[in-house]
Structure formats: C-alpha cells, structure tokens
C-alpha cells in the first residue's frame, strides 16, 4: 500500500517536472532590440565574433562585468559603448538596405560578379543586412576608432618633411 502510494507520487511529480522543463520556454536572450529576439545561441555568438573582431577589443567594451557575482551582465545597457553599437548595427543595416540593394543590382552586370559570392546565412533579415556588403569590419579594421584620413596626403611636387610620429594609441580599455 505504502508502495504504491510512493510510486503514484513519484508519477506525478516526475509530471510536473517534464513540465517545468518543457512547456516554460523563456526566450535565451533578454534585451535584444536590433537582433531576432529567437536568435539561436550560434547566431548571436557569430555577431558578437564579428563585433570583436572588427574592432579589435574583447567582450567588456561593451558589456559591462557584476564584481559582486563575478560574471558578465550582458543583457545590461549600461556602457555606452553598447548603445553606440546597436545605432551602428542600425547604420549598417541602413546602409546595406538603402544604397546597396540598387548597386547590387548594377554590379550584377558586371562580367566579374560572383553571384556564388559567399553570404552570411544566419538568423534573419538584420543579421544578414548588417553582415553583407558594409560590416563593422569595412570601417573598423580592428580598430574601435577608424582612421577618417589616409596616411598620407598626395601632394604636387617635393614630399614635405614627415611630421613627428604620433604618440602610440592608448591600449583598448579594459575594464
Ligand atoms: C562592439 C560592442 C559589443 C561587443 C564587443 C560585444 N557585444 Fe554582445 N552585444 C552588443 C549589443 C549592441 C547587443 C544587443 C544587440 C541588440 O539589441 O539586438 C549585445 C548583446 C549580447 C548578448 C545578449 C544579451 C541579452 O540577454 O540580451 C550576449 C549574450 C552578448 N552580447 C554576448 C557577447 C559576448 C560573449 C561578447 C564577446 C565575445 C560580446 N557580446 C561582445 C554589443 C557588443
Ligand atoms: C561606415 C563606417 C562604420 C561602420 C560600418 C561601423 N562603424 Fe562604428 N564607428 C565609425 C566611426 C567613424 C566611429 C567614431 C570613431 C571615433 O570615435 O573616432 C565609430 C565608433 C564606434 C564605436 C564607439 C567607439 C568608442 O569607444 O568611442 C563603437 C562601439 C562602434 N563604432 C561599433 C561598431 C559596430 C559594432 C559596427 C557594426 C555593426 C560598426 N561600428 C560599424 C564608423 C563605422
């Protein structure tokens, strides 16, 4: 009798448990506001591989560590490094959409297109608009703080006399 009564509990609670595993089914990330918010784990580790190396920094420049807990709080806004992001992953996306829909169209007829090129296939319309044609990387180059003028200036005649070297870049902040 004891037994039985063990083995009827154990059913039930077993019940509620494949429940609890199943049926509540939180979403994996919290504060997406660009990416898919059903993002797979491997797509948003693929952007966030590409944010940090585009711009040649580690995951704290953006997101922000809990001393206390000891671990990163990700889903946290509170660098501004992370804003500035997400209006560049915007811009990128913006510029793909906007500009290069037309001159893919022209490039097309180009004999020396590649049609096969490889394009990013992952998680959604944005992913891919903000990885096709002007990424992160076309104007970081590993750097968070992209050169805006060439290295050198052309000019007519002699070379002037090369200015003294500047100052090497402050290290890419960590904390
Ligand atoms: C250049 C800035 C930048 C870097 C570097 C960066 N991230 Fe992110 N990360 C973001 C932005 C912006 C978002 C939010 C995207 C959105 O709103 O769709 C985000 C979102 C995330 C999320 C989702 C959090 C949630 O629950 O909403 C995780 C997890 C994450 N990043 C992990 C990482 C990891 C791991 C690294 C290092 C390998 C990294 N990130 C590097 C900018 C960055
Ligand atoms: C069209 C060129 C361009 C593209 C594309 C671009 N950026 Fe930027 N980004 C800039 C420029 C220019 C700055 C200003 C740099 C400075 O402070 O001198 C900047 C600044 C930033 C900063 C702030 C750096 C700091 O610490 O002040 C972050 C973070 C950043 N970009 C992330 C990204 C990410 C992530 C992407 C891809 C989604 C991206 N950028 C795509 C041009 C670009």
């Given at each position: 009798m004891k037994k039985s009564i063990l083995i009827i509990t154990t059913c039930v609670l077993s019940v509620f448990l494949f429940q609890a595993f199943t049926?509540?089914?939180?979403?994996?990330?919290?504060?997406?506001?660009?990416?898919?918010?059903?993002?797979s784990k491997d797509g948003l580790d693929s952007v966030m591989h590409h944010f940090t190396a585009s711009l040649g920094v580690k995951c704290n420049y953006c997101h922000v560590r809990m001393e206390a807990e000891r671990k990163m709080d990700f889903a946290s806004d509170a660098k501004p490094e992370k804003l500035i992001a997400r209006k560049m992953m915007l811009m990128s996306i913006g510029i793909n959409t906007t500009y290069f829909k037309e001159i893919e169209e022209e490039m097309s007829k180009k004999k020396d297109f590649d049609s096969t090129a490889e394009k990013i296939t992952i998680d959604g319309d944005s992913v891919k608009n903000m990885l096709s044609?002007?990424?992160?990387?076309?104007?970081?180059h590993g750097d968070?703080?992209?050169?805006?003028?060439?290295?050198m200036e052309h000019h007519e005649g002699p070379m002037p006399p090369m200015p003294p070297a500047p100052p090497p870049p402050a290290p890419a902040q960590s904390k």
């Open positions: 049926t509540s089914n939180p979403p994996m990330f919290k504060n997406l506001k660009v990416l898919p918010k059903d993002i044609y002007v990424t992160c990387f076309t104007c970081h968070p703080h992209p050169q805006t003028k060439p290295p």
